[in-house]
Structure formats: C-alpha cells, structure tokens
C-alpha cells in the first residue's frame, strides 16, 4: 500500500471475486503459533547484524510539545542473555478475500487492546484507530485504542498524516506495547489516526456483501527510511521487524511470508519472524538487492521501501527489457495485482492474449488462458553478484482469474503509473525479506506451485523486444 508522500498512490482496484466459491463460507481456521528452538547461529554474525544498524535516538521522539521529555525507551541491543533466547516465530497471516489483503492479529497497550491490521511490505507505519475515529470519520471496524487505558502508554510529540490516493489518514505517534503472536516489544513507535480516508476505509461491510473481517488499521513492515515521520521529519524508528531484531527477539534479521490458498477468507498464510520455513518451500530461494535511494533532506543513502530492480520479462519467447540496471518494483503485500505502466501492461497483455480488452482499466481474456501453461518469467540482477540475473517464473494460468460477477476472464496486470508486486504474483512463492542483507529472496511456495520455479539464468534464445 502506497502513502503519496512517498510519491506513489494505490491504485484503486476493483474488488473482484477472484478464486472465492459460492458455497457456505466456513470458519476460519487459525494456525497455531509455533515456536521453534533457535538455530545454531554463530554470536558473531547476529552481532555483526545488528551493529550494522544505524542508532535512532529514541529520547527526541518522545519529547512533548513543551520540550520536556518522557521516560526513555530504548531497545536493548547487547544482551547477551536475550539474544541466546531468541527464536524463531510463526504468526498466522489472514489471506483476506474480500480485499485481496493479509492481515494479521496485533495486541496493543496493557492490558491489551486487539486489532487486525493490513499486513503491508509497501509502508513502514503500523497505525491503528484512536477512541475519536468513528465510522463516520472512516474507521468502519469500530475497535478503537484507548490510551487512557493503557499503563505503558507514552505520547509522542509527532503527528501522523499519511496521503493515500483516496485521501488522508491523521493523527498521532505514540509509544507503547506491541505483541504479535508469542513477540512482544515494551516500547514500539506505532500511530493512531482520527481521522482515515485511506483504503482502511474502503472496505465493504457484511451488509454490502463482505465478508466477517474488517481490518482495523495497517501494520507496516517497511524500513525506518519509509516511515512518515522520516519522510516529514527527518526522525525516525525502527518499524517492528527491526525492532524485534534489535532487541534479540528473533535470530536472524529477515521475516519470510507465505500467503497460502483458500475459497474462502481464511488463517491459511504465516509469517515467520527470524527464519524462512523451508516447509512452505518447493525449491530454492533466489535473492535480488533492495534498492537504495538518496535522500532528499539529508543527502543520506537510505533503504525506502521493500523495492527490487526487475530487468525484465519473458514470455513466448519475447523478451521485454528495461535497462540493464533494471527498474525499481515494490514487493507490495499491500497491493492485490501487478501495477505496470500501460504500454507495458499492455504489450504483455497482448502478448499473453492477443485479442485482449482494457475495459474498465482490466485486461479482460478468454477463459482459455486459465489452463495455459506456458511460463512468464521475471528477471532480476542476482543479489552480490556483477552482472548475473536470477528469474521468477509461473504459468500464465496462474495470472488469470475469472470474475465472480460476470464469469469474465481477467488478466493480474493492471495498468497504472507505478511498478508494483502485490499479492496475485507473491502468493507463488515464499518471500524473504532480508533486512540484514538488504535483499529480497523467492522461493516456489509449496501446493500451488507444481509449475513455479526459480533459476539462475534466463534464456538466452528468446527475440528480444527493446522496452
Ligand atoms: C534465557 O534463558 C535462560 C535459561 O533458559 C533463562 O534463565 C533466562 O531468564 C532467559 N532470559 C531471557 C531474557 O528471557
Ligand atoms: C495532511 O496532508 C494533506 C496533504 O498534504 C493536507 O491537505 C492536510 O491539510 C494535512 N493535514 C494536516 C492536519 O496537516
Ligand atoms: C537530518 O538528520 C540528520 C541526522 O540526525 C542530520 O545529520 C541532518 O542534518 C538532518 N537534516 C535536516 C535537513 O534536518
Ligand atoms: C546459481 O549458480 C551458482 C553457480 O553457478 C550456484 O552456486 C547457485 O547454487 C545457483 N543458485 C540457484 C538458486 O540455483
């Protein structure tokens, strides 16, 4: 999901009914929170990790507006008691039909307060609504956090106005406790809005149709470079992925998700905090870089966004090329398709499909292609290596879905200004994001993916078709 201040939108997408049956829906079925031993992890390399990690200084976050300050937060880095006991652990991941959204349970404040939140590569902020935020102002899910009743509760003096396509989203930064699954940190940054416009907002209730879950707010598992108080401050915090790292409540820095297949609304994808479970996998991991950016206000080389160089596609034998650097994708598990600048989409469309629509800003198809088996194949410059591309690949039948509404087939591509992954593409694999090492890794995912690979090289016979 897109805030416009990082100069990008969501693009508003038609909520279709992709792969959900007309049966009874059934009750979710929540997986159960595992907890794994940690791994044999050598001390160093996890306090290499985390020294690599640049020092925020929490104390200015949580001065008021008077200029006093309150009590300190600051996550612990160097205990060594508490690195040996960190481990492994998995968080059960909503794949959310309605929206085409994974979600995940969060418990705030103490005693603690509950919400589903949006499970979002695409932003850093985790913000939930305050007790002002009614229906009215765009928090449909009525669950609001009580500060007031929180006793590790702690203001800070940064607001939160985050800009979507649709509108803004406003209210404050504060600091309290954040437990997802068994993790649990003390002192998170995390915001409450007042006000939403943001697609949060947009969501069909049971009456209009939608299903039992309305999520309450966004939980952002971007960089601290992509938080809005950096982007509006020049200040910032480490998001809860990070955090966690930091305070030695996880192994490794990286968190990997597996989104999982279901009819229904369903508790079938996870999240593993600290480690990728290789039994989601179905071949080997492939690592792309994460993409530096310069900062505008202070000149800084900072990581974003969960953003990766694409150099192009492949697909019956066309080859579709950017630069040889690549351009930048968002791995977005806040956005449902694939958002592709028109001329783009639509070469691959066409290609694809060759007497494919655009109506209505969807590449509708016949339904023929949903047993097409020929692969698209997603080519990317190899992680730590000169020159080398590594590929993502899938059947075409796998970026088809036919709509619920009319029995239309459609095409995930959808045309936009922007370069995004969303969630039609990454439910193929088992992604990792590495923020240690600042790469991206994909794997086939387990199940769905008889015909998902990964490999080394691209193929080096197809026609070329300069982008
Ligand atoms: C780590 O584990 C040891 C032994 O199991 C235990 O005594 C200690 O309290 C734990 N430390 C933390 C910070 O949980
Ligand atoms: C939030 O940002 C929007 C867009 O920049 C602006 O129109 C609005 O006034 C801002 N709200 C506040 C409270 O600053
Ligand atoms: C932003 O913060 C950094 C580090 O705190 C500081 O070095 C830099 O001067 C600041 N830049 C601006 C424009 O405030
Ligand atoms: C890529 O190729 C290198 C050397 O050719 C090999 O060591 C590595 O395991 C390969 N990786 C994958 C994902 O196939």
């Not at 416009?4 to 159960?32: C, H, M, N, W, Y």
């Not at 001329?343 to 292609?369: G, M, R």
Request: aromatic letters at 10%; hydrophobic letters at 35%; glycine letters at 8%.
């Amino acid at each position: 999901m897109r805030p416009i201040s990082f100069a990008l939108a969501i693009v508003a997408a038609t909520v279709l009914g992709v792969s959900a049956g007309e049966d009874q829906p059934v009750k979710p079925v929540r997986l159960p929170i595992r907890r794994i031993a940690r791994r044999n992890l050598p001390n160093d390399d996890a306090r290499y990790h985390r020294n690599r990690f640049q020092p925020i200084h929490y104390d200015t976050l949580l001065e008021n507006a008077d200029g006093t300050t309150t009590s300190s937060p600051s996550p612990d880095t160097d205990d060594d008691q508490k690195e040996q006991n960190a481990s492994v652990h998995i968080v059960p991941l909503l794949n959310d039909l309605e929206l085409y959204e994974l979600a995940v349970n969060v418990e705030i404040g103490t005693p603690a307060q509950e919400f589903l939140l949006l499970f979002d590569t695409g932003s850093a902020d985790t913000w939930i609504p305050s007790n002002k935020c009614l229906k009215a102002d765009g928090c449909l899910s009525g669950s609001q956090f009580d500060s007031s009743k929180s006793s590790s509760f702690h203001e800070t003096k940064y607001p939160l106005n985050i800009t979507y396509g649709t509108g803004n989203a406003e209210g404050n930064y504060f600091v309290d406790t954040l437990k997802v699954g068994e993790l649990e940190l003390d002192k998170q940054v995390l915001a409450m809005v007042d006000t939403n416009e943001g697609p949060i907002a947009q969501q069909p209730t049971a009456e209009e149709g939608g299903d039992q879950y309305i999520l309450d707010g966004i939980f952002g598992a971007g960089y601290p470079g992509g938080t809005i108080m950096y982007q509006r401050f020049n200040q910032s915090y480490y998001p809860f992925p990070q955090a966690l790292y930091l305070a030695n409540k996880i192994p490794e820095p990286l968190f990997s998700v597996f989104i999982g297949e279901s009819e229904q609304s369903e508790w079938c994808g996870e999240i593993m905090f600290g480690d990728v479970n290789k039994e989601k996998m179905n071949g080997d991991l492939i690592y792309t870089d994460v993409v530096t950016y310069k900062h505008k206000a202070t000149g800084l080389s900072v990581h974003e966004r969960w953003n990766v160089f694409l150099q192009g596609f492949q697909l019956r034998n066309v080859n579709f090329k950017f630069s040889k650097a690549g351009t930048p994708f968002t791995i977005d598990t806040g956005s449902n398709f694939m958002y592709l600048p028109k001329h783009l989409a639509t070469q691959l469309a066409k290609t694809i499909a060759p007497d494919v629509q655009l109506v209505d800003n969807q590449f509708i198809v016949d339904c023929k292609y949903m047993e097409d088996n020929e692969e698209i194949k997603m080519v990317f410059p190899e992680s730590g290596a000169q020159g080398t591309s590594v590929y993502i690949a899938l059947p075409i039948s796998r970026l088809v879905a036919r709509r619920e509404e009319d029995g239309q087939c459609m095409l995930f591509f959808v045309p936009s200004e922007h370069y995004i992954l969303g969630n039609m593409l990454l439910r193929n694999f088992v992604t990792v994001f590495d923020f240690g090492q600042h790469r991206i890794g994909f794997a086939p995912a387990i199940e769905t993916d008889k015909d998902t690979t990964t490999s080394n090289k691209s193929d080096e016979d197809s026609k070329d078709e300069q982008q």
